[in-house]
């Protein structure tokens, strides 16, 4: 599976963007996506997940109902929607994904559990 995020940019504080994760080869419906970001000097961490079949959805504290993650199969695309933007959300946005099977929603949250990455993109937001 090949991943490419796109949809970053810069935004005021309080604003919305929607990143993309486009997806290429082998199948994609069989695969866990997640989210995960790292601003200068931190750490990555995990923002949001959502399981192959879209109906399990996981967020990280810090943006739990302020982003969105989503999927179309039928074109191989995830999405994160995010909304009320804050300076602290500025950092390079990762997609990720698994074709493993998760049996534990804990592992939804850490990197090693998926072997897919994409390139970042951007978001920087203007307080």
């Known amino acids: 599976v090949q991943l490419q995020a796109s949809g970053g940019g810069l935004v005021q504080a309080g604003g919305s963007l929607r990143l993309s994760c486009a997806a290429s080869?082998?199948?994609?419906?069989?695969?866990?996506i997640g989210w995960f970001r790292q601003a200068p000097g931190k750490e990555r961490e995990f923002v949001a997940a959502?399981?192959?079949?879209?109906?399990?959805?996981y967020y990280a504290d810090s943006v739990k109902g302020r982003f969105t993650i989503s999927r179309d199969n039928a074109k191989n695309t995830g999405y994160l929607q995010m909304n009320s933007l804050k300076p602290e959300d500025t950092a390079v946005y990762y997609c990720?994904?698994?074709?493993?099977?998760?049996?534990?929603?804990?592992?939804?949250?850490?990197?090693?559990?998926?072997?897919?990455w994409g390139q970042g993109t951007q978001v920087t937001v203007s307080s």
């Open positions: 959502i399981n192959w079949g879209g109906d399990r959805t």
């Open positions: 990720a994904a698994t074709e493993k099977i998760i049996y534990s929603s804990v592992a939804y949250y850490r990197s090693g559990a998926y072997e897919y």
């Open positions: 080869g082998r199948t994609f419906s069989r695969t866990a």
